[in-house]
């Protein structure tokens, strides 16, 4: 009897390893009840027919201030040319930032356009004032070889901390040019169409890795602090490597599942030791399932 549990057991691994990949941005049963209850499908469309979306209401206005601040004030230790423009390597680094990036809203979207099992790619803060200049046109996955692959790569999400406008410096983008698959030629850097990004308080710009974007130059006074975060699918490289936090025991008992999760506790890569006979199995089997999701 313990044998025949056994190999049932076997059996039921080795089909949750082999089941259907999902379409790109097909939502799985799991996840469905999150986009419904959130009021995300309107985003998951836009995401998959413009390549971008506004996320509403995803933060609020008092964990932004204090995430401005903090940007601030990591941006003013930063060495070289990007003091007091940047802040790099933010997760773990104070809590602000990393419940910014758990939101619900952010983790249900990064699921439905990067798949289940996503790790964190970067998360960088950018204060822009005035008189500093736009950014070129770009896809943020311009590591990639084109074609790009159907299933999204990279999820970024814009969080302003004061909103986002035209004039303040907000991203610009080509609406449908993730559906090319591939990065802008040079002949296109200067002869797109680019529309703002506008956002107030409170919300989130996203779009995804293919997708052309660039950003205004700010003309007004003040600041455009912005978080830039990004989750990539579970087997690309990730930007920044923060599986480092996984060596502190103080913050892993500290950290909410979501968050080891976007760190990559749950998935298998670089677990194989050379006493340990190989990878860990049950790390391996639930990033094959986390894959296909």
């Known amino acids: 009897m313990a044998e025949e549990r056994g190999a049932s057991r076997q059996v039921q691994r080795i089909n949750d390893y082999s089941q259907a990949t999902l379409a790109p941005y097909a939502i799985s049963d799991e996840l469905r009840p999150a986009i419904e209850s959130l009021d995300l499908w309107r985003n998951v469309e836009e995401l998959q027919t413009r390549g971008y979306t506004v996320v509403n209401e995803a933060a609020s206005a008092a964990d932004l201030d204090e995430l401005r601040r903090v940007i601030h004030a990591f941006a003013a230790q930063t060495e070289g040319p990007g003091r007091d423009k940047s802040a790099a390597m933010l997760l773990g680094r104070h809590p602000i930032v990393d419940k910014i990036a758990t939101l619900p809203k952010l983790l249900a979207l990064a699921e439905a356009s990067v798949g289940k099992g996503f790790r964190g790619g970067q998360f960088i803060g950018s204060i822009k004032r005035q008189g500093d200049p736009a950014l070129g046109l770009h896809a943020d996955q311009n590591w990639m070889p084109a074609p790009f692959p159907e299933h999204n790569c990279l999820l970024t ?17 080509v609406p449908g040019s993730q559906s090319l698959r591939r990065h802008p030629h040079v002949e296109e850097l ?18 995804d890795g293919s997708v052309w974007h660039a950003s205004g130059a700010r003309d007004i006074p003040g600041t455009r602090t912005v978080l830039h975060a990004t989750y990539q699918r579970l087997y690309t490289q990730p930007i920044d490597d923060y599986r480092y936090l996984l060596s502190d025991p103080d913050y892993v008992a500290a950290a909410s599942p979501e968050l080891l999760g976007v760190i990559g506790a749950d998935l298998f890569f670089g677990t194989a030791t050379a006493t340990s006979g190989g990878t860990d199995m049950k790390k391996f089997m639930r990033s094959a399932r986390y894959s296909k999701r």
Not at 195 to 206: R, T, Y
């Open 190 to 207: 200067e002869d797109c169409e680019l529309i703002p990004i506008e956002v107030a308080k409170g919300d989130v710009a996203v779009w």
């Open 157 to 173: 999400f814009c969080i302003p901390c004061e909103g986002m406008t035209a004039e303040g410096g907000a991203t610009t983008i």
